[in-house]
């Protein structure tokens, strides 16, 4: 969860191009460990910025420069491709990744490319860091952007291990887990994590935008739940999805034949019929294989899900109450796993939903009620 | 936000039919405030539980018990309507309410056997308080269950304005916010913001249950915020979606007429042809509006969303630090409108989202790197 200048100092003379908001965090968080990072961007402004918020600096040429052992791209996922071949070709030595978040693809481009240009694709190693702001270019950049983070690093078939371990250290020196699979293990686990609840959360959200106000007023905790990813960025994530078709089409057609067999059993249910029985089943089993596939989601610390106890408190609306329960779970000893804040519709007031390890659940309430706070739940 | 001992004072004498979660949550709030509650169950069981628990006493027969004013019906989806009717016919001069989560086929079952046997239909008044718990039954009853919550309350065609005022002011006593609309518009409304919303949590979650280990290791939060509510009894959830077949089969078939749209727009992407440039559009429309659906859902307190500015804050995971964190966001004289607690895969370290109004947001970022926090988006 920190950085690692150890891990930094193995990973030698960097090169990153493209300094957006991922090229620039990377620059950001490996000079302050003391790696010597050169800067590169078509744009000379973001270039400019990316030097001056202290990212590195601005590459000259390859004899001015000096040998680099890692080139990172940072560009827009469209054209990764194209520059990670660029990159390839004009540093002979280096490992070549990319921070794209498709990657299946990138890689079937290079090494088509190394073969026609008789390279050697072995160097390019392709890399996803799962870290992102809402903000984006050089000056939201960030050195700890990473910590915490997965960071899929996606070896080649014919890649020797020491390019992957220095994307690897790369990964860990940014205080990121690094997570090895092959390019189309990723590309569908983020069909599966990613992009298909990003659709889901679209498609949900997008049917209140003609619904009548008092409906839309009597949307609870659970709607927001769904609906929160689905503030994203459009035309970024047209690009995302085109770019990773394949995968997203497969999970979205499972998705779409348990529709349908949603809206079958919904249509038998208005008829007066003996289909009533099966189809209530079939709904039944539906929302059965959601929770069991909810379960499947890890919990805290990357480790299998746990089941948590919960506990619901009353917070009044007010500066300081949040410091004050915290406090009191402090002085309990007790630690939180999981917290959030609801809420409440036309009231002044919140409802804090605790969660904690299930032991601990009936004396962190006794301690709270001691503390005289409301535990509603 | 709090009971109201007035509004409860003006419900008068009340009669509660089913004592589980939510019959004995209304016995006890209005036991609290004083007023008398007749508590009747077919379960011996629940109704001495509940009596135990302090939500009232057991109603013996009309002659002893008195009159009665309300008879709140907190009966199963799937009889409620049968029990609606029967209080009717016992209880001649009562206002009679209900808490089913579907609204308007209890109506039409209550109207027409109105009709067949004589009575008054117009006494009748549906509600639904929009609470719960994940535990149920007389023991997980809370006096405060419903505080801050939405209570609909659906008046008929030919209703009496009194009666409705009656179960409006049942709901004001217990604290929740109450919420006329009729029956119709209340179940489509749940079908928008709550059913479908469900669908689409259990379609997502169960596209988990074949995935590979290593896939599902990388959800994060997005995926976690959309499957969240896929954690739901099914049994429940069949009933509640076949007595709202109708409305949700509506908002279902307009979700699949969207999601059709995407699986064309990214079967053309597989395809080397012109329509590439239209299918990107495609994809973006579906996201673009699904941020703008999700616009229109409500923020804190049932105003218009506002929408709020974030830190995220690196917490290292031991207890008491939430307390720290909030004592100093408190010290800064900073109201916190939401928060969120992420979990990073791997790593004993938590990332706090902390949402504030815009105007406060620096000061906020600056008070607390001054104490130390590593705020790090």
């Given at each position: 969860m920190t950085l690692d200048p150890a891990a930094a100092a193995a990973v030698g003379r960097v090169r990153v191009v493209g300094t957006g908001l991922l090229g620039t965090s990377i620059g950001l968080g490996l000079r302050s460990m003391g790696v010597t990072v050169l800067l590169h961007d078509p744009s000379p402004t973001s270039l400019a910025l990316s030097r001056d918020v202290g990212a590195g600096q601005p590459a000259v040429n390859a004899e001015v420069d000096g040998p680099v052992d890692l080139v990172i791209v940072c560009a827009p996922p469209d054209v990764t491709a194209e520059v990670v071949i660029a990159e390839l070709v004009a540093y002979e030595g280096a490992t070549v990744t990319d921070v794209a978040s498709v990657k299946a693809g990138i890689a079937d481009q290079v090494a088509q490319a190394a073969d026609a240009l008789g390279i050697d694709a072995s160097r390019y190693v392709g890399g996803h860091p799962m870290a992102g702001r809402e903000r984006s270019g050089p000056v939201a950049a960030?050195?700890?952007?990473?910590?915490g983070r997965p960071w899929v690093v996606c070896p080649g078939?014919?890649?020797?291990?020491g390019r992957a371990e220095t994307v690897r250290r790369l990964a860990a020196a940014l205080g990121a887990t690094p997570v090895l699979m092959s390019a189309r293990e990723h590309d569908e686990a983020v069909a599966l994590v990613s992009h298909v609840p990003q659709l889901a959360a679209s498609l949900v959200a997008a049917?209140?935008?003609?619904?009548?106000d008092p409906a839309v007023a009597l949307a609870g905790p659970g709607l927001r739940d769904v609906t929160?990813?689905?503030?994203?960025?459009a035309m970024l994530w047209a690009q995302i999805l085109s770019a990773n078709a394949a995968p997203v089409l497969t999970v979205l057609r499972e998705l779409k034949a348990d529709l349908e067999g949603v809206l079958t059993a919904l249509d038998a249910l208005g008829e007066a019929s003996p289909e009533h029985l099966g189809a209530r089943a079939a709904l039944a089993r539906v929302v059965a294989e959601g929770q069991a596939g909810r379960e499947r989601i890890p919990g805290k610390h990357g480790s299998p899900h746990t089941s948590y106890a919960t506990l619901i408190v009353l917070l009044p609306d007010r500066p300081g109450q949040l410091g004050r329960l915290f406090n009191d779970i402090g002085e309990a000893g007790i630690n939180v796993e999981e917290f959030s804040l609801e809420h409440s519709p036309g009231q002044p007031v919140g409802l804090a939903e605790i969660s904690v390890l299930p032991a601990v659940r009936d004396s962190l309430e006794s301690a709270l009620i001691a503390r005289e706070w409301h535990v509603v739940g």
């Open positions: 960030r050195a700890d952007l990473f910590l078939e014919s890649m020797r291990p049917r209140l935008l003609k619904a009548p929160r990813i689905a503030n994203s960025d």
